[in-house]
């Protein structure tokens, strides 16, 4: 179904999609905890935050970043839950929107491939105003900006050329457990990187939401 044609409103057409990515069932086989897609959208919102996948808590709860590693990464926002969980000011869009179960070494597996080209692209061309996206992790960085976007491959110089992507973009590591050490290990990241991603944040918030606008 073309959802520009079966809608009369940008809100009616992302609540539609959104609706259909919801139910969607197409990596039902391959989900440990079954389908639970995980997501929030708006037409007002002015920053996307684009993770990778939800975890165990995450999908039990349904709400994203309802987790230690959101507790962080709300630190590095230096935002309260009020304002994080406002879907009018902030969207949530995961480049996988289900748990996706774990690997061997225990950490979590990837995005399931499916889910992006699936929906990703449909619901972003319903949120007109977004004007920040924090690219959180290897997988939305390398979706967005490509393996050697800038001249860069790590994780790590994705984020110390963070400057390179302002104003629309800022990527940033993952925010798990495991970014204590890498934050002890570069500590740019806290003394210029942080302060500028707030910065931007604050730019984005001010933005009134709206078609466009």
């Known amino acids: 179904m073309n959802c520009a044609n079966a809608a009369s409103s940008p809100e009616t057409g992302l609540a539609q999609v959104a609706a259909e990515a919801r139910s969607c069932r197409v990596c039902a086989d391959f989900l440990p905890l079954g389908p639970r897609p995980v997501f929030r959208v708006s037409t007002t919102a002015t920053i996307l935050i684009a993770g990778q996948a939800p975890g165990t808590k995450v999908h039990e709860t349904g709400i994203p970043w309802n987790d230690p590693s959101g507790e962080r990464l709300r630190r590095w926002l230096d935002m309260d839950r009020d304002t994080f969980y406002d879907e009018s000011r902030i969207a949530i869009l995961p480049m996988g929107f289900c748990y996706p179960g774990r690997i061997a070494n225990g950490g979590d597996a990837p995005p399931r491939k499916e889910c992006a080209p699936l929906w990703r692209a449909r619901l972003l061309g319903l949120m007109p105003s977004i004007r920040l996206t ?80």
Do not use: C
């Not at 959180?136 to 110089?157: F, N, P």
């Not at 798990?176 to 991603?197: H, I, V, Y």
């Open 134 to 213: 924090l690219l959180v992790g290897s997988y939305a960085q390398i979706d967005t900006l490509g393996r050697g976007a800038r001249g860069v491959a790590s994780m790590t110089d994705r984020v110390r050329a963070f400057r390179a992507h302002l104003p629309d973009r800022f990527p940033l590591p993952h925010p798990s457990w495991r970014t204590t050490a890498w934050e002890r290990k570069n500590p740019w990241f806290e003394a210029e990187a942080l302060p500028a991603l707030r910065d931007a944040v604050g730019a984005a918030l001010a933005i009134p939401g709206g078609h466009g606008s």
